[in-house]
Structure formats: C-alpha cells, structure tokens
C-alpha cells in the first residue's frame, strides 16, 4: 500500500466519526465541506493535476472546517452577522483544525493540515491567521479558498441570501489577486456552472 493510500484508508477512518461530530454540531458547515469537496475536485482536474494531487486535495477540502467543532455554539449557530469578538473567534478554527489533524500522527497529514491552517490567507497577505501572501499559501489551501468562497457565497444563511453564479463570479473576478491566486481564479472562471453545481 502507498503512502497516500495509508493516508487516505487511515484519515477515512479518522474523518468519519470527526465528520459526524462536525455534523451533530451543525449540519450546514457538513453539507458545505461535502460541496467544497466537489467544487476543488472539479478545479483541480481543470488545472490537470495528477491523481494523487487530487486525492490529498480531496482529504483538505473535506476537513477544511473541522476546526469549527472547537468553536462555541453561541457562534457557530448564531443566526446573524457576527461582532469583532465573535469574528475574533470564529477567525481560530483554521488553527483548531491544523491542531486537531497534526493530533492524528499519520505521514503525509502535514500538507493537509497546512492546507486546513491556511485555507483562509490571501494572495495579497490580508488573510488569516499568518497574513501569508502569494505562492508562500501553500497550493492546497489556495484551491480550497476559491472552492470555498464559491459554495459560501452560492448558499443563503440567516444573515444572506444566495447569489447566483454569475454574482458569485463578479465578486470572485473582483478578489482575484487580493483574496485568490489570479491563475486558480482564470482556469476556475473556465468551468461550465454545471460542473459546478453538479
């Protein structure tokens, strides 16, 4: 057995009852990194990367919000905007799920808990939680960013509504360089919204 198919049978076992957690917790946040799986599937086979690329993609897109076990109900379930406290908050459960996944012990989850650490940095380094910018954000988390933006913007939550997928887009192609790497960004606005959606 290879490194990486260790490392998927040995996160598949880790990763279903921390998903299940995540669900009892909060059934949005599950759905949403069911969907941002996806979406960084699609992307990634857009940017033509090999197999193994893909399936250690999959692995940082489906516990790209485990961290948010480890964030209070009072702000995970909150049914509005959040204050600066809450954003303070909220804003820790990149490095919740870096810690919960660096807690697994298994060779090769360093890449994905980095991608889960830094999924919320920004090409131009205004991001969170270590102002990263540029090529310094490791490649995973800059296609889990865009996958991730995507989903969140496409769904209604209490506190917005849904946009549609050419809303979505404007507001993308408006972040390219600033929140998401310009070159994930042009192959992604490539996509049929139907490979997207699917």
């Avoid at 549609?164 to 606005?189: R, Y």
Wanted: glycine share 8%; with cysteine; net charge negative.
């Amino acid at each position: 057995m290879s490194l990486l198919e260790n490392l998927q049978r040995s996160l598949s076992e880790f990763g279903r009852p921390l998903g299940a957690a995540l669900g009892e917790r909060d059934t949005h946040t599950q759905s949403h990194c069911d969907r941002v799986v996806g979406i960084a599937d699609t992307l990634a086979r857009a940017c033509a990367l090999h197999d193994d690329e893909i399936a250690v993609l999959r692995l940082c897109a489906s516990f790209h919000d485990i961290g948010k076990i480890g964030i209070p109900d009072r702000v995970l379930l909150k049914a509005a905007g959040f204050d600066e406290e809450e954003w303070r908050i909220m804003r820790e459960h990149p490095v919740i799920g870096e810690r919960i996944l660096r807690n697994i012990e298994l060779d090769g989850v360093e890449a994905i808990a980095s991608a889960v650490r830094h999924h919320h940095e920004h090409f131009d380094g205004s991001g969170y939680p270590d102002g990263l910018s540029g090529e310094n954000i490791p490649l995973y988390a800059r296609f889990v960013s865009i996958a991730d933006s995507y989903d969140a913007m496409l769904s209604a939550r209490p506190y917005h509504r849904a946009r549609t997928h050419a809303e979505v887009m404007h507001v993308l192609h408006a972040e390219a360089g600033i929140k998401h790497d310009p070159l994930l960004l042009h192959a992604f606005s490539r996509i049929p919204p139907h490979q997207l959606n699917g």
